[in-house]
């Protein structure tokens, strides 16, 4: 019943900045905890960030002082920030959704997934 739609990828070069977005249709958003993870070709999915009903926020230490996660309760929206872009960036970027509205790094623990957007940066 809950769907998440990731948008807003695409090919950037090294410095620039980029915003993805993820719309979340059904249930009941505003009372969700979001997060963000990535995963590149031939590795493991990583988390990359969370925010909590409060709007609360927690970033993996590589996107620290790079990427801002905010949430749009109204738009039923959350919004990943990317800014001095790497090359090691380059993944497909994810969102998750976490019914209980406890906010966490494990993806294990997040209840709902959406297919995703590429970000591709060159360097």
């Known amino acids: 019943q809950v769907q998440l739609v990731e948008s807003g990828g695409g090919l950037v070069q090294a410095g620039d900045t980029l915003r993805v977005s993820c719309v979340a249709s059904?249930?009941?958003?505003?009372?969700?905890?979001m997060g963000w993870f990535r995963q590149a070709p031939g590795k493991e999915r990583e988390f990359v960030a969370t925010i909590s009903t409060g709007s609360s926020t927690f970033y993996a230490d590589s996107v620290k002082g790079r990427f801002i996660i905010t949430r749009d309760n109204a738009k039923r929206t959350v919004y990943l920030q990317m800014t001095s872009l790497k090359s090691e960036d380059t993944a497909l970027y994810s969102c998750?959704?976490?019914?209980?509205?406890?906010?966490?790094?494990?993806?294990?623990?997040?209840?709902?997934w959406g297919q995703g957007t590429q970000v591709t940066v060159s360097s």
């Open positions: 998750a959704a976490e019914k209980a509205g406890i906010p966490s790094l494990y993806e294990f623990e997040y209840d709902y």
């Open positions: 059904g249930g009941t958003f505003n009372m969700y905890a």
